[in-house]
């Protein structure tokens, strides 16, 4: 395995693998972090943390059946001249999954159905959001694992690359978390992506092939816009907070010139 390390062609597969994971746990680190606000703020990190660890073992799981996974590509039957793979059906009943959960989430979110109580959160939510955690991931996990399958068959360089991913995902997690807590428009921007990439893994499914580029590109703009619309209305609290002490002064100086 040491030797295996040693070699150059193997970190070029290493670090395209970890780019590729790292994309991947964009996606998923989003949903985490949108599930999580259900939870009591003292088991957030926890259930992040668990969350991250559980998806990395059924990575790593499917990685290690690699036959049964590529035998997911191969045709079950056909639906007039189109073939239906497993793979097809995994993104399809998946990706309908990921939109009504996003959907639901930013119905709720909106402010267009009640808020589910705190006790039932406490007792019911931290196993349900464990299970959506790794229902999805399994669900996005199956492009790249695929992929790298394709570029190696070394399944040290491919574990290693999941594990570096999943450093890095809980790393950025607390930071993640706490921009979608603290700025609403970002939770909104991150529910609205998660409907988007449900409509991608249905289309994909359904054999309709879109670029997910595409997707990301329009995530990129709407995170710009929520910034420059942050930095507007900090530029106008300060505003706010210099006009006051001046027309507070005036006030009091008024008061003293009536007396």
């Known amino acids: ?28 680190l989003v949903f985490i972090s949108v599930l999580c606000e259900r939870l009591p703020k003292e088991k957030r990190r926890f259930a992040r943390t668990l969350g991250i660890g559980l998806a990395v073992i059924s990575r790593i799981g499917l990685l290690l059946s690699i036959a049964w996974v590529m ?70 996990s199956m492009d790249s694992v695929i992929t790298a399958v394709g570029l190696t068959q070394d399944v040290p360089v491919m574990v290693a690359a999941i ?5 890095i995902m809980m ?19 991150a529910l609205l992506f998660l409907v988007l990439l449900g409509l991608l893994l249905m289309a994909e499914g359904a054999g309709i092939h879109i670029n997910k580029g595409y997707v990301y590109v329009a995530m990129a703009f709407g995170l710009i816009l929520e910034l420059c619309h942050i930095r507007m209305r900090n530029k106008q609290r300060l505003n706010i907070k210099c006009i006051r002490p001046h027309s507070s002064l005036k006030v009091s100086r008024r008061i003293a010139d009536s007396r």
């Open 1 to 28: 395995m040491l030797t295996l390390f040693l070699e150059p062609e193997t970190w070029v597969v290493f670090f395209t693998l970890l780019t590729l994971e790292v994309v991947l746990g964009v996606d998923n």
């Open 71 to 140: 035998s997911l590509t191969v045709p079950l039957f056909t639906i007039g001249t189109e073939p239906v793979t497993g793979k097809d059906l995994i993104m399809l009943f998946g990706g309908g999954f990921l939109l009504l959960k996003s959907a639901k989430e930013l119905w709720a979110w909106l402010g267009y159905s009640e808020p589910v109580s705190h006790s039932t959160q406490v007792l019911t939510g931290m196993a349900i959001i464990l299970l959506q955690i790794v229902a999805v991931d399994a669900v996005f």
């Open 163 to 167: 594990v570096t991913a999943a450093i």
């Open 171 to 189: 790393i950025a997690a607390e930071p993640v978390n706490n921009l979608v807590s603290r700025y609403p428009g970002f939770k909104t921007l």
